[in-house]
T-cell receptor, first 115, second 115 residues
């Protein structure tokens, strides 16, 4: 158990819809990362938050947005969903925003299926 | 931009045989390298990391990796595999700067241990 909690574990929805994925980082971790894992693209970094502030952006679509709340949990919002958005979405956390020990702790992921 | 290339998408190996999973990196700045493992239906877990110092890095579950700067490689090895090592293995490099830090992953190598 990494200590990172993601909900829901599975989600099935239709094209054009909007979903919210939730992540609770390990206790005390200030930094949250979102990754997308798909068969064709592999693991892609989407976005990083540190103590409530956006710190880095990766290959995140404009239809996607995220935020980190004062209690440090984070939400990833996916809107106008397309078939190609079907993927496993991982949240990870680390103690600080910089390299530090270099380790990210991953949740078990939220599997999104868009029909 | 930093990147890693995993040369084999699938590696079958018999139980108790040695295994090497190959990873090459490209980077023009300081190199930080990692191997993560993903067991079926689970998130990623850190196996080992190279941040600096000794080029031979030992990790969990009997795995080790060697950082080779001249060959820009960070291959993962285990002298004798077990059925429980069946999983997908990801090589990753880290970018760190301006308070931001994220991992860039390779496409992954699926290790299948044959009884």
């Amino acid at each position: 158990d990494s200590g990172v909690t993601q909900t829901p574990k599975h989600l099935i929805t239709a094209t054009g819809q909007r979903v919210t994925l939730r992540c609770s980082p390990r206790s005390g971790d200030l930094s949250v990362y979102w990754y997308q894992q798909s068969l064709d693209q592999g693991l892609q970094f989407l976005i990083q938050y540190y103590n409530g502030e956006e710190r880095a952006k990766g290959n995140i679509l404009e239809r996607f947005s995220a935020q980190q709340f004062p209690d440090l949990h984070s939400e990833l919002n996916l809107s106008s969903l397309e078939l190609g958005d079907s993927a496993l979405y991982f949240c990870a956390s680390s103690a600080r925003g910089g390299l530090n020990t270099g380790e990210l702790f991953f949740g078990e992921g939220s599997r999104l299926t868009v029909l | 931009a930093q990147s890693v290339t995993q040369l084999d998408s699938q590696v079958p190996v018999f139980e108790e045989a040695p295994v090497e999973l190959r990873c090459n990196y490209s980077s023009s700045v300081s190199v930080y390298l990692f191997w993560y493992v993903q067991y079926p239906n689970q998130g990623l877990q850190l196996l080992l990391k190279y941040l600096s110092g000794s080029t031979l890095v030992k990790g969990i579950n009997g795995f080790e990796a060697e950082f080779n700067k001249s060959q820009t490689s960070f291959h993962l090895r285990k002298p004798s595999v077990h059925i429980s090592d069946t999983a997908e293995y990801f090589c990753a490099t880290a970018y760190s700067g301006a308070g931001s830090y994220q991992l860039t992953f390779g496409k992954g190598t699926k290790l299948s241990v044959i009884p």
